[in-house]
């Protein structure tokens, strides 16, 4: 039963907590059950309609059986009571006093005591990922209608407060630049309340989790001017294999902590220092986060935060001949970075062969990484990567669009509306021309060709003579893209699968192993039969 108290003020609190409670079950059911709560097929789940972070449209909905004792009031009760529970549990035991406050973090530090605090720790926006205060109004609306009087400096306004939010928001702000300055500039003065606000020898814990160069290079050196120093990284594995938000998706599974301290005067190096430090010991740093078996854009990201731990190692960066800004050495070092992870992972991928043209070896890694879609970021990275030139002004252009891999399209990833790459099929390659327009000829085109003639109706014998043309790397290829291939690629994966356990086969492996001269001189006719 209820709690009583003789003391007017516990009573009042206790009570003021129970309403909360109830306030927060009551948010759980209008979470899943709205006209945007969906039917989770594979799982056989109702899927809540915050279950990609935003407010997506469906063609139909979900909803509870309110009265059922497996889900409705009697699943939402269970839930918030064992959530209660585990927080009792975390901080049953504390010895000292804990405080919970609301308000904006840049003012609550900035009036906070200085060096007050021995560690900080926070999760902040990455850039415009997630809109949190326009999802809030979802539920702020109903809140308000129960809690303004309870809690009136939480539900004073009609809508959850925006204006000064850190995130950027390209229709608040008025334009994406002015979004992006308006992002770095309050995550610099965040950053230095922070400062004020930690002890001399106190640890300020930054989490961070997202995939984009910029969003990186913003929130980072946002940290560096304000100034603290990252002493060291911490890889922690933040999502479930089956959560619905990476689900299919080559979002990431693991969250980066950097590890800060206040930086004590200025290092003041060139990038080429950093750049140095940062070649000499990123080897032994891949190794440890390919050892973790990390899935590749959390291999990536290990190798990003890694660079940008030498740059802070010698933050203010300086470019000798005054052609780079701050931003632009930051960017070389993350390009530089990715660029060794990708070939330390392709070393190991595809050891047995020595060398590989730059689009078979963009494929490769796209489809293993990122499988069917591909932010505009992340190919830039690779393109970069694979090409090995950091000049060009549009690499994608010059590698994935000229050489006929695929187009630049509008699309939503991560649920962010940007450029991403969408791949063409061999079918569409071969149909529309889009093969062998690079040099060196790149092998992919061979196999997507033999794909297209397989599809055509010809016969394997047919398509010996297109395999057999770059010689005996081809089968390493199509082992390696038998293996990197997902598995919603049935159509070409099935055709790939042909072309291993036939023409790669035992059997036939010395088609592939027959140089010019046997071919001409009807060597391979021979084996053909």
Known sequence: GLRRYNDEKKATEYAKAIVTYLVLMFGKLLDYNSTLSRWHTSRGVLANTFDSHTLAWTWDFGEFDLISTSSGLSWVYKNVLKS????????????????????????????????????????????????????????????????????????????APKDQEAVANDVRHGSEELANIFYERKMSSIFKSVYKALRDDGVFL????????????????????????????WGVRSEMERSIHISGKAALRTSIIFVCRKRKGNARGYIQDALEEMK??????????????????????????????????????????????????????LNEAISEAINFHLRRVVPQIPAIDPLTKFYIIARHWYRDIVSYDDARRLSIACLGISELKDPVEELVVKGGLGKIVQRKADNIKDKAIE???????????????????????YIHKAIAMLEEGKKVDEVIPVLSEPGTSICEVIRILETVLPDQMRKEKMRIKTLLYTICSEDSYLLLSLDKKEEEGGGLEKFIG
């Open 423 to 445: 791949f063409y099929s061999p079918e569409e390659r071969y149909k529309k021309g889009l093969l062998f327009k690079l040099e060196p000829k790149p092998l992919l085109d």
């Open 84 to 159: 209660l529970r585990g927080l009792i549990k975390r901080i049953g035991n504390a010895d000292t006093q804990i405080d919970v406050l609301l308000g904006d973090a840049e003012a609550l530090l900035a009036n906070s005591t200085e060096d007050r605090y021995d560690i900080i720790f926070i999760d902040p926006p990455y850039l415009g990922n997630v809109q949190y205060a326009e999802n809030s109004d979802y539920f702020y609306v109903w809140f308000r209608l129960i809690l303004r009087d309870i809690f009136p400096e939480a539900f004073s306004l009609p809508e």
């Open 206 to 233: 930054l989490w961070f989790a997202h995939k984009t160069g910029e969003a990186w290079i913003r929130t980072i050196k946002a940290l560096l001017d304000s100034g603290f120093s990252i002493r060291a990284l």
């Open 280 to 333: 000499r010991t990123l080897s032994e740093r891949l190794v440890e986060l390919y050892d973790m078996e990390l899935p590749g854009p959390d291999f990536l990201m290990g190798a990003m935060a890694y660079a940008l731990k030498m740059a802070s190692d010698h933050w203010p960066l300086r470019d000798p001949e005054g052609k780079m800004d701050e931003n632009k050495a930051l960017d070389l070092l």
